[in-house]
């Protein structure tokens, strides 16, 4: 049975909103349940995606944010009330061609928390359906938890492809994700350097024993694959010039307008590219409890939901990493 009140559906909340690329904090009705379950966020996480819709990447009026850990308020199944959870972003309709030929993060029909018709995380509470959720090991701080959904991402490059211990990998972009991929594929024993231009990212990656090299050191045509975590055009040009003929070139990144493409030298050199986004949230859970992957070396700021302004301002600054968004209800 769903558990409830009255007092519940009809209270508001504070949330930050984005309409018209523009951000501002506002009492909004919390959310009723209507069949799914409604979530305490108790930490989120801005993200590069989050950034870009500020700057008009994907038209969206409404709540933004999908990576978060929070605690489960209200559900049609009332085991999980009190449950500490993360959410996998697409909500979908099980119905469709997609979801029934088992691409569900393809969903015809498909709402994504925070992006695409549905409010997301940015908020005192939010709602997902039961079958999104995932239950948060209890020894997991919320500071790792809540690097779930894109660590998942990050390991959705070794559902996709499979990457040989033997193979020389470059991952292009030393920022948010960039340095979670590069965590994941070391995980592989190849031969893994991370394009990275600024300190504290080479720091990091030299703490976790993975190699950065600077762009002039990166031989042209010789790797086998190649890993363009940034998004910008520089970037593409860069890991399209160090991938060798017949190599697989890794797309995991959202980009906001056109991208220029040479299409004859992808054809002459036989290039596979790889679109690549949302990921497996168990594994990503299992690699953060056994301690395998830290990823709370990325934190940079946190700050109550009162100042998320603020936030984003401080995740718009050139280098920093993860800024957090503790909501407080």
């Not at 009190?82 to 979908?92: H, K, L, T």
């Not at 018709?117 to 790792?144: I, Q, S």
């Not at 948010?176 to 991370?194: E, F, H, N, P």
């Not at 700021?301 to 957090?324: C, H, I, M, S, T």
């Amino acid at each position: 049975m769903t558990v409830s009140s009255s007092f519940f559906h009809f209270s508001a909340m504070l949330a930050l909103w984005l309409e018209d690329q523009k951000l501002d904090l506002r009492s909004i009705p919390r959310p009723q349940a209507e069949g799914e379950a409604v979530i305490r966020v108790r930490l989120a996480g801005i993200c590069s995606t989050d950034l870009e819709m500020v700057k008009g990447y994907y038209p969206y009026r409404g709540v933004p944010g999908h990576e978060f850990v929070g605690e489960v308020v209200e559900a049609p199944d009332a085991a999980w009330i009190g449950q500490r959870v993360v959410g996998e972003i697409n909500a979908v309709c099980g119905q469709c061609e997609a979801c029934r030929r088992g691409y569900p993060t393809h969903c015809e029909n498909r709402t994504v928390l925070g992006i695409v018709n549905r409010d997301g995380v940015f908020a005192e509470y939010t709602r997902l359906p039961l079958t999104n959720l995932h239950p948060v090991p209890p020894d997991l701080p919320d500071e790792k938890a809540v690097f779930t959904e894109p660590l998942a991402a990050a390991l959705e490059i070794l559902e996709q492809a499979h990457i040989h211990p033997t193979d020389r990998v470059l991952i292009v972009g030393a920022g948010r994700l960039g340095l979670l991929i590069a965590q994941v594929v070391a995980q592989t024993g190849c031969d893994v350097r991370v394009l990275a231009r600024r300190e504290q990212p080479r720091a990091l990656l030299k703490r976790w024993g993975i190699a950065a090299i600077d762009e002039e050191a990166i031989p042209p045509r010789r790797w086998d694959v190649v890993i363009e975590a940034t998004g910008s055009p520089e970037g593409f040009g860069i890991a399209r010039r160090a991938v060798r003929p017949r190599g697989l070139l890794v797309m995991k990144s959202t980009y906001k307008g056109e991208l220029p493409l040479n299409f004859s030298s992808l054809v002459v050199d036989e290039i596979q590219v790889l679109g690549s986004r949302c990921g497996p949230f168990e594994p990503a859970l299992r690699l953060m409890e056994s301690g395998r992957i830290d990823p709370t070396p990325l934190i940079m700021d946190q700050f109550p939901l009162e100042q998320a302004l603020q936030a984003f301002d401080r995740a718009a600054q050139p280098g920093v990493l993860k800024v957090l968004l503790r909501p407080s209800a």
